[in-house]
Every structure is written in structure tokens, then in C-alpha cells.
């Protein structure tokens, strides 16, 4: 059932992930009644930080529950770069395996980029390698890094018009604001926008916002877009993840997001919430990624 809040629509992630999983464990259950065997997804996490923790914990699940083998392989945050580069190329030698991810941040004693290109190409499900970021930019099939590719999905579900619109994009890093802003001027479904990217040397921020018809906020500073920021109208996609202390919660925490929630949204057409939205549908696109490489490394 869709949201709506005066006239204002609740992009619920919970929603659309739910539907792509089911489609995917329908898929799946095909494959396996075809006499295949089930897609395979090994996780690497290293150390203990508690979101690394919690985003793991879930990835493993939701495998789980579409009918996805799951393989967690940890280590202590002590551990060398040697051995783990090690672990990725047993992994990339493993014909079981389909999918790898290496969860980040990585401890400082090992280089995040070394670790990216040490996996193969082709089981690279969270997208990040030189040779799928290269492949994406020039149109090519590739595997989109999860949070971009989960918005798409989103965008697509909720038939929220992209063509000609001004899309602005806080945010430049490899895994979110450089892709979306990458797909979103693409010539293809749910892209060719015209993208704005901006980043912390951004100068006149406040006015670039204020004419984004879609505002994707990917900075990673609780509540920093406000009310002034947005024309009326428009799409918030909040990407944002900040665990920011609250001793009256259960947790000690709470999960906010890069947009004043409360006071954006009566504004916009159509807004996600956190939690609730974009990290469900990372989800979903590493699923959907995990089943491409089953699918392509096993000629199905
Ligand atoms: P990052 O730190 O790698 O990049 C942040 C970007 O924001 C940088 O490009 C920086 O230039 C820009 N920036 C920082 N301060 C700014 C400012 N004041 N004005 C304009 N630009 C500014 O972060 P990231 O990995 O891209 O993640 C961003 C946020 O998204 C974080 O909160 C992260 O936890 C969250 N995230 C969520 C999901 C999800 O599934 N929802 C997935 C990945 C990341």
C-alpha cells in the first residue's frame, strides 16, 4: 500500500524491497527446482565496529531468506592485508562462490583500494572494482554498486518521472554520490536527468539545492538539509546513516538520516524515510547483483 501524507508520498523501502526479494526467491526457487544449485554470497568482515556489525548481519539474512548460501568470514580487526587479499583470492578461485563482498571500512593497516581490485571483476557484487566503475560510466553492463542501483529500483517503483529534471547530488564518493550521479544523467530508464554534483568545496550549496527538482543527500551529517534547501515539490532521496547518541534510547543511538525529516517533508512530492528507505534497497541491489554473477559466471 502506498503512503501518502497530504500530497506527499512515503518512498517506504520496506515496500519495494520486499517485492524485489520476493521476486528473486521466486527466481531461485526455479533454479533450484531446475536441478541448480542456489546462489552463493560470502561476506568478508573484519574487526567489530557495531554498524559493520549490523549491515553484515543483515546482508546474511536476507540471503537467507530468498534462498541464497551465505558464507561469513571473519577476522580480527588486527589482521594483516596479506591474509586477507589471501582470503579474496581463495574466494575468486571458489567455483561455489558467486558473489564477494568485504565489508567497509577496512582497520588502517590495510589499504581499501588494494582490497577492492584484489576481487574478481566478476564477483564483484558491490560494484566498487576499477573495471565495473569504468563499465558503468560508459554505459556498459556492469554491476551497479548496491545503494545507487537500490535507488533506481525505488524510482522505478514509484513511476517518479526523471526525464529533463534537474537531479542534484550531494555527495562524490565511489560507492554513492559519483554512480547515482552517473545513472541518474544516463540515457536510460529512470535517467537522463540533468546532474548537479556537489561535494564539501561546493560553494553556494543552499541555492544549488534549491533548484533540484530530485535531491539526493549522500554526506553523511545528520540533518543537514533543511527546509530552506528545497524547492517545493521536489524528490529527497536521504541516503544518510550517522548513529548519532541518544541516551533515552534503547540502543544508546539513533539512526538519523542527511535530511531534517520533519520539517523537509511537507515540502517535497515524495521523500524516503530513515530508516526505512535507501538501506533496504542496498539490500535488494546487492541481491539482485549476487544473482547477476551466478547467473553470467554459471552461462544461465
Ligand atoms: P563519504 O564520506 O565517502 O562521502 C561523503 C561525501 O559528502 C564526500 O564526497 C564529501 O565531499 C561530501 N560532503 C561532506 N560534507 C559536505 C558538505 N558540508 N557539503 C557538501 N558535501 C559534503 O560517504 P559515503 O560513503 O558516500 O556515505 C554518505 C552517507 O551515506 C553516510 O551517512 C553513509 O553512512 C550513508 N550510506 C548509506 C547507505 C545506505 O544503504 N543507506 C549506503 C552507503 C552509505
Known amino acids: 500500500m502506498l503512503l501518502y501524507f497530504c500530497n506527499m508520498l512515503v518512498l517506504d523501502g520496506k515496500l519495494v524491497s520486499a517485492a524485489v526479494k520476493e521476486d ?26 557495531g554498524a559493520s556489525e549490523t549491515y553484515v548481519a543483515s546482508k546474511v539474512k536476507n540471503c537467507e531468506e530468498i534462498g541464497f548460501i551465505s558464507t561469513l568470514v571473519r577476522f580480527e580487526e588486527t589482521i594483516d592485508e596479506a591474509t586477507l587479499l589471501a582470503k579474496i583470492a581463495e574466494l575468486n578461485q571458489d567455483p561455489s562462490v558467486d558473489g564477494i563482498l568485504v565489508q567497509l571500512p577496512l582497520p588502517k593497516q590495510i589499504k581499501e583500494q588494494k582490497v577492492i581490485e584484489a576481487i574478481d571483476p566478476s564477483k564483484d557484487v ?9 563499465k558503468l560510466m560508459q554505459g556498459l553492463p556492469s554491476f551497479i554498486p548496491a545503494t545507487p542501483y537500490g535507488i533506481m529500483m525505488m524510482l522505478e517503483f514509484f513511476k517518479l518521472e526523471t526525464k529533463g529534471k534537474h537531479a542534484v547530488v550531494i555527495g562524490r564518493s565511489n560507492i554513492v554520490g559519483r554512480p547515482m ?7 536510460i530508464p529512470n535517467g537522463n536527468c540533468t546532474v548537479t554534483i556537489c561535494h564539501s568545496h561546493t560553494h553556494n550549496l543552499k541555492e544549488i539545492c534549491l533548484q533540484a527538482d530530485i535531491l539526493v543527500a549522500a554526506l553523511g551529517r545528520p540533518e543537514f538539509v533543511k527546509a530552506d534547501m528545497i524547492k517545493t515539490g521536489a524528490v529527497v532521496i536521504d541516503v544518510g546513516i ?7 534510547a534503547k540502543k544508546g543511538f539513533r539512526i538519523k538520516g542527511d535530511v531534517a525529516y520533519d520539517e523537509v517533508a511537507p515540502l517535497t512530492s515524495a521523500i524516503t524515510p530513515v530508516p526505512g528507505g535507501v538501506g533496504l534497497m542496498t539490500i535488494a541491489g546487492l541481491l539482485k547483483n549476487t544473482l547477476q554473477a551466478y547467473k553470467t559466471n554459471n552461462g544461465i
Open 126 to 134: 558491490d560494484g566498487f572494482h576499477p573495471s565495473s566503475a569504468g
Open 181 to 187: 550521479s552517473i545513472l541518474l544523467s544516463s540515457n
Open 242 to 248: 550517522t548513529r548519532v547518541t541518544d541516551a533515552t
Open 24 to 49: 528473486l526467491k521466486a527466481e531461485t526457487q526455479k533454479l533450484i527446482s531446475a536441478g541448480n544449485r542456489a546462489p552463493h554470497l560470502a561476506a568478508i568482515l573484519v574487526g567489530s565496529n
